[in-house]
C-alpha cells in the first residue's frame, strides 16, 4: 500500500490534497475499508492514539462514501489479528 500509515490533522494526503478516503476508494474500492481499518489497527498497537482515530475515521468515511467497499466482521478480525501477529514477529 502506498499510503503512509502516520496520521495528520486532517484527513487529506499530500498527494494533490484530496481526501484520504476519496483516495482509498479510488485505487482499490473494494478494500478501501479494509485498508483504512489495517491502518488503524497497525496505529492502534503502535500506541499511536491520534492515527489510530484518523484511520478510524478514515475508515467510517469510505463506508459512507462508498456503495461497493467489503465490510466484513471476520475479515476485519483477520486484518486486526494478522497486524497483532506482525507486532509480536517484530517484538521478538
Avoid: C, F, N
Wanted: no cysteine.
Amino acid at each position: 500500500m502506498r499510503i503512509s500509515d502516520g496520521s495528520s490533522d486532517g484527513a487529506t494526503s499530500g498527494a494533490v490534497g484530496r481526501p484520504m478516503p476519496r483516495r482509498l476508494i479510488e485505487e482499490d474500492e473494494p478494500r478501501a475499508y479494509y485498508s483504512a481499518q489495517r491502518l488503524a489497527a497497525r496505529s492502534r498497537k503502535q500506541g499511536d492514539l491520534a492515527g489510530y482515530r484518523h484511520w478510524a475515521k478514515v475508515a467510517s468515511e469510505v463506508a459512507r462514501q462508498s456503495g461497493v467497499a467489503e465490510m466484513d466482521r471476520a475479515v476485519l478480525q483477520r486484518i486486526v489479528d494478522e497486524e497483532s501477529a506482525t507486532d509480536r514477529s517484530r517484538a521478538g
